[in-house]
């Protein structure tokens, strides 16, 4: 049990920001497995909403300190990686050039 004023006020703090943090994860947890599974349908509309939601919720909690920024970074890329291998290259009927 707490005795000083400032340690009351920091478990009072840590309560309420354990809550939130709690929130924001277990949202975050939901929009990507349902991105995942939208991945997995095949659904290039699905998955694109899907995908753009939880990447914007992993922003999110990045920035606001709830996820750590690399954490976020890496989930992000990973889904940004495998949406991008749902959709078809764009070819342009043009072979690239060689490099000089």
Not at 20 to 33: E, I, Y
Not at 42 to 48: C, I, L, P, R, Y
Not at 62 to 73: I, R
Request: aromatic fraction near 0%.
């Amino acid at each position: 049990m707490a005795v000083h004023a400032s340690t009351i006020k920091r478990e009072r703090q840590n309560k309420a920001r354990r809550i939130r943090n709690q929130a924001v994860l277990s949202r975050l947890k939901t929009l990507l497995k349902k991105a995942r599974t939208a991945l997995e349908g095949k659904d290039s509309t699905k998955a694109q909403q899907a995908v753009a939601l939880a990447i914007s919720a992993l922003d999110k909690a990045a920035s606001k300190g709830v996820l750590h920024k690399n954490k976020a970074s890496r989930t992000i890329s990973r889904l940004s990686r495998r949406h991008h291998q749902l959709i078809p290259a764009k070819t342009s009927g043009q072979e690239p050039r060689p490099a000089a």
